[in-house]
DNA sequence: GTTTCCTGCGAAAACGTTTTCCCGTTGACA
DNA sequence: TGTCAACGGGAAAACGTTTTCGCAGGAAAC
């Protein structure tokens, strides 16, 4: 019993050429309807495939894309994810995915190697430690061997390429705003580490409406967290502010459910005393008590909209279209850590 | 500028044979080292990298490992990939992920595309709708091929390759009994629909703990709840329960999590009038308030395990050690949301 | 001086497709 | 009878590797 079915085999069991086969299978009219009924029935029953990696060497394009992302583990990521694999498996297109887990090198290795071959574009997500570095060498090597790519929230602008991020500024404008609207006036701020670009965003959002705000604008009342090390004595930190804020806004769902914890603890009643919004909608604000408003990123509508770009890309490969970045508007989504005034005031 | 260099490229500026190249970068010492040397240093300023296709097709392997899960947006799942992706980035494999979002349809999709020739070997978690289905034809098929496969968390039994497992009749047998004796003595359940095996599992052993403490079972404490439907209406039916329960084993944290938000809602005390234990230790378990105590499930482990199976039969493949079925051992994580008596007892 | 053995390299086949070009047969038509 | 087009199909090249085999020339062994 063979193992794997060629057009070979096909061909010698039914005593004709392999091109009389594969033109066959191709509904080819230059084989008669008969030969060609009998072929296509042969093969359906040996199950034949067509190998891959044959026909992707052949026609040089492989019908498969490459994913990198910083990390697996992540709401927000793999509902884009979702959405790129529900283009990708409309479009006849296979995903690759690769994890950089937030490493310079391991994003390295992982562009090379989907560099050689196989895949017909990129779709990355830029690692932090990568963004600290600042050396982005490895992309525009990939963009020498004319792999189309594109860079979807996490994204680096000198690069030349297309782009879709969340509008990270509007929402942290947004949010900021709205909080103030329902009443807060010593708003606070839990970010990422100064270096990651949705965090520079979201930061720069949230200062923009203080200041339209006339509320003075301290830098210290954004407390930037490291990750990496346990971050609840460092959210903590920001209940030493005198006076106490009565609003936070979180870069991240998990600083938001932490800051929620310890406020319960220190008796501090949520909303009345504090409100809290925070970006992601993941299953952290759902499911935290009280749950979390937050800033709807629509993950799955980013990840559709790049791949379909980068589709794009790939199969029109000649045009000239000039690069383009797209931002993808944000939404808050109420929730019971803001005061019910808000929604009605907001909007 | 040539997009892409081969071997060729290099043969030809070099003035010597492709045969002589491919052997020279691969230090083949039938090559003088002077001519080695000159055409290493040669395709390292030119940052050659072999074709991936072209290689595979020749050396029949591709070191590309498949990966087939039910959904992405899920803490467990996407930890399994983060472990299988440690070892496989190790071990110079790379990973190519499908997603069957819960369809038999997808499932079948994926498994036909990734047995056409491009991957090593290939790891699966069964979709829901497979198991109830029950039909597993087209796992047979890519078994045919010869394609080494190993099944991870979801598994079905009759199928003939490794597999590997939690010890979901386990963890939830020490759920049950570690809340008997902090002293609850009215425990329900909150489970999946019944024909998900790691749903049956966790059923039984709960059942078993509860027979061995001789508590009367009956079948109707056991509530399923159908997760495409807005499962709040559906997890508030426990609560109609009479006595109400003062313990609640819950098969996944999100029905944790919603019965803790109902209780909350009802004046019931958490853990003194209510305690509850969750399978699945994720984000949602951590953050809820009360956080949950939660059964781990060591998914990391999982992954890295049942690709390291996987790999040993790839690369021993003629070798005809019978298939084995692992079972990771599970683990409590004491939280909140039951009574610090527990952990002594219990341990 | 003949044979044997290295050394260093090239030719060519093979992996499984797809596609271009070509060839033989048939029948129509002048 | 000779010309031509249409039809049905095959041969072969190409994609980029890897690997087996062979060959030439020189050195060593007899």
Redo the contacts between chains.
Sequence with gaps: MK??ITLKDIANELGVSVSTVSKALHNNTRISKETRDKIQAFAKLL?Y??????R??RASH?N?IGVVIPE????FF??V??GI?YVT?QKGY??????S?ESYD?EV?NL??L????IDGLLVSIATETQKKGVYSHFV?AQ???LPMVLFDRVEETLNCDKVTADDFGGAYMATKAMYTSGCRNIAMLNFESHVTVGKERKEGYEKALQELKIEKEFSRVFEINEKKNFYSQVEKIFDLNPLPDGIFAAK??FA??A??IA?QKGIRIPEDLSLISFVN???SE???PSITAVIQHGYDMGKLAVELLIDRIENKESEKPFETRVIATKLKYRDSTKNSIKLKAT
Tied chains: 1, 2.
Excluded: M
């Design positions: 193992t794997k199950k495939t067509p190998d891959a990696r044959a992707s060497l492989s498969i697996i583990t992540n709401h793999t509902t994810i979702k694999d498996s296979q995903l690759i995915i690769c994890l887990n391991r290795e090379n190697l560099a050689s071959g196989s090597e020498k061997r004319e769902e998990d459910a932490v929620i914890k319960l993941g299953s952290i499911y935290s008590t």
